[in-house]
RNA sequence: GCGCCUGUAGCUCAGGGGAUAGAGCGCCGGCCUCCGGAGCCGGAAGCACAGGUUCGAUUCCUGUCAGGCGCACCA
């Protein structure tokens, strides 16, 4: 509807200026939005107002102008009015709301589904967090973050890949080795000590203590290497084991677990640096081989390779993406936290200086978690190994609830998390009121199931039956939701879709209470289920989205 | 010191160049002979501060103040 009234009024610009009526003027970038006065309309633009300095005209009389050449044939269009300092406001026949619900019906899965991405490839890479522990809040915060932006840019018509990025190579693999040897030994009564920058966690123990009743002490005597190399093995299998479960358990399901040690061993850390070389990015200092960023604007240059010849994380990570552009992606996005922010702009610069575009990549930078339990800030550091592991929370508050509290807020929002609040089972809780509302109507059904009647077919029903303010509303609301897929889409933006569905069961809850669906009227009957089910569809297609789940009963 | 993010209701947060700034929680007051009261209806309460751009700024720009996070031959 938004659209048609955009197009009517390009047309009505173009008409005015052919009559005499405007003079030849650039078209602005103007909106249509739903005001917030009800008495303002249904849409209304400030098209009028925009264009006043260029006309050189009152906005009030612009408005009139464009008025009078609106196209005719204008849908639904019942009132057009000139208000307040030169808004046009349009007044839309009641009817036009009601579309919406045979279509949702009709779609089913499909409704809100938009093409937005005309089915271009987007890799969405998320959590990629060090398989040298357990996921904790942060983590959590990312995944559900990018497995919803992932099924959102899916739905608005991109081809996604979810991908996540294993860095099991480098110095913190060696740091972590030697701090399960460290628990090796003390478990087998040797003095052990965890280095510093090691990894302190009980799960370290864990594993160590699983390594002994699997395969004994015959580490003992071997050669360190050796050692060192079979534990790190162990112990990072493991970690990746149980990252890849308590992702699944998340309900996030991963296209690509992408190696780091891979890139180093089919040479491709070496290829991207000869690429970077032949383009004249490289130079040596003090032993080391560095990255020109400052030819790019940066601050200050990178090293890629250190002295010691071994080459640092940031050569891998350009590796790494440079493999993604090869892979045939339009589009690629990473989702970070706030705490790396710094490697945003030296990366975009290796791409750029690798040829590719840099605005094809597109870091979006989440800010950090903040835990709350009785009132106090849990602390999260894997070095201490104090933290919230993804899987204690999802044992202390349910998948529904954890999903939701993540993507309620925006991601460059500090999430205050408080797990006692979370944890509550009530209505404190904003997931179980949009989960409701979804179980209502699916227990309105079972009632009907029971009188041995169904939901009637779409076509069979006349939905201007449903006159009703709650009705209405409720009604003009789901007709929203393509339009509020594309926005989320479009911004990355999950949190909108949390709010939009958090409304849409609101005004099911508040048409619940003064209606009843099943009466005597057999024809406002067969309306209101049909009403009930398109609701039913948009919450549930809502909520998948975001990764919650939409329940029969509760 | 430099860079990034954030200052909106008592609390946690949306919004956003326009016509009376929203939600949840908390607080106050109402609603079950009725398809699930995990619900509904009503009330009090707010754009950190100072400049600037604009017909119009809470929104954009600059500065100040406050909080968070970065600024390694770690990842």
Not at 457 to 477: I, P, T
Request: proline share 3%.
């Amino acid at each position: 509807m938004r659209l048609a009234l955009e197009k009517a009024l390009v047309k009505a610009v173009r008409k005015a200026v052919d009559v005499g009526e405007l003079p030849s003027v650039e078209l602005p970038g103007f909106v249509v939005e739903v005001p917030r006065e009800r008495g303002h309309g249904d849409f209304a633009t400030n098209l009028a107002m925009l264009l006043s300095k260029q006309a050189r005209m009152a906005p009030r009389k612009i408005a009139e102008a464009l008025i009078q050449n609106l196209p005719h044939s204008t849908r639904w269009l019942e009132k057009v009015e000139v208000a307040g300092p030169g808004f046009i406001n349009f007044i839309l026949d009641p009817r036009w709301v009601l579309e919406s619900v045979p279509l949702a019906v009709n779609r089913q899965a499909d409704y809100g589904r938009v093409q937005q991405g005309e089915n271009k490839k987007v890799q969405v890479e998320f959590v990629s967090a060090n398989p040298t522990g357990l996921l904790h809040m942060g983590n959590a915060r990312g995944a559900a973050l990018g497995d919803s932006i992932a099924s959102i840019l899916a739905f608005a018509g991109w081809q996604v890949t979810r991908e996540y990025y294993i860095n099991d190579a480098g110095n913190q693999v060696e740091n972590f080795a030697l701090s399960v040897e460290a628990r090796y030994f003390e478990l087998l009564g040797l003095e052990g000590e965890v280095p510093e920058g090691g990894y302190h966690g009980q799960d370290i123990i864990d594993t160590a203590r699983r390594y002994i009743e699997e395969h004994g002490d015959k580490l003992l005597k071997t050669d360190r290497r050796v050692r060192l190399e079979t534990l790190a093995q162990y112990a990072l299998a493991e970690k990746i084991g149980g990252i890849k479960k308590a992702l699944a358990d998340f309900n996030v399901p991963y296209d690509v677990w992408f190696s780091e040690q891979s890139l180093h061993d089919a040479g491709k850390v070496d290829e991207a640096i000869q690429h970077l070389r032949e383009r004249d990015f490289l130079y040596e200092h003090e032993g080391a081989l560095w990255f020109k960023a400052t030819s790019l604007g940066l601050e200050k240059d990178e090293v890629l390779v250190r002295n010691n010849g071994l080459p640092t994380y940031f050569a891998a990570d350009i590796a790494y993406h440079m493999d993604k552009f090869n892979r045939g992606f339009d589009r690629v996005i990473n989702i970070w936290g706030a705490d790396h922010h710094g490697h945003v702009a030296r990366l975009k610069s290796a791409v750029q200086a690798l040829g590719y575009d840099p605005d094809a990549l597109q870091v979006l930078l989440m800010q950090l978690v903040r835990l709350f339990s009785g009132g106090e800030i849990v602390r999260m550091s894997k070095r201490t190994g104090q933290f919230i592991t993804l899987e204690e929370l999802i044992d202390e508050v349910g998948l529904d609830a954890a999903r939701y509290f993540f993507i309620m807020r925006s991601a460059d929002s500090h999430l205050d998390f408080d797990l006692d609040l979370a944890r509550t089972q009530s209505n404190d809780n904003p997931v179980y009121y949009v989960q409701y509302a979804h179980a209502r109507i699916c227990s309105i059904f079972r009632q009907l199931a029971e009188q041995g009647r169904q939901v009637p077919k779409a076509d069979s029903v006349d939905v201007e039956l449903l006159r009703e303010e709650a009705e209405l509303a409720l009604a003009r609301r789901l007709a929203d939701f393509p339009e509020e897929v594309a926005l989320a889409a479009r911004q990355l933006a999950p949190h909108r879709l949390t709010r939009y569905v958090h409304e849409v069961a609101g005004l099911l809850h508040s048409f619940y209470n003064i209606h009843r669906v099943i009466t005597d009227d057999v024809a406002l009957t067969d309306a209101r289920l049909l009403l009930m089910e398109a609701t039913k569809v948009v919450l549930c297609n809502a909520l998948t989205l975001l990764g919650v789940r939409a329940p029969e009963k509760m």
